[in-house]
């Protein structure tokens, strides 16, 4: 309701929707456990992250994706995290509303993202980032 205070959201509510499993992907991102993300990551999934900075580019199956997972953590010095405000799904389409954190070279930012996963048979076959500021996560990152 307008005007009460926004809940976060467990990232644990994020993937539901696939096929009734009840998978935390965010949160095993968080924790650095990236073989049970992997697990609801269709083998040949497609990763697009926009902008010029380090972490831009497209990405394809999980070695490339396991890179960029790598790179963030590098970038970040392991200071990085990912709150989920709000989920909507409809059919294979699941919208993600977060906010990213990270701390780079002793700066902490934070940033608005709609992370939009495409399903099929039960796994996420395709992953956009689209970003509030762009230029801005651009300098953070660069």
Request: proline share 5%.
């Amino acid at each position: 309701m307008h005007g009460e205070p926004q809940r976060r959201r467990p990232a644990s509510a994020v993937f539901p929707v696939l096929r009734g499993e009840s998978v935390a992907a965010y949160d095993d991102f968080a924790k650095g456990n990236i073989p049970a993300v992997f697990a609801v990551f269709d083998a040949a999934i497609t990763w697009h992250v926009p902008g010029h900075s380090p972490l831009s580019g497209d990405f394809k199956g999980h070695d490339q994706i396991g890179g960029f997972f790598q790179r963030t953590m590098q970038l970040s010095g392991g200071a990085f995290s990912i709150d989920v405000h709000r989920v909507l799904a409809d059919g294979d389409l699941v919208v993600a509303l977060v906010t990213v954190k990270a701390t780079r070279q002793g700066i902490s930012a934070s940033f608005p993202e709609v992370h939009v996963w495409r399903l099929k048979n039960g796994k996420a076959i395709e992953f956009r980032e689209y970003q509030g500021d762009e230029q801005r996560e651009d300098r953070f990152w660069s």
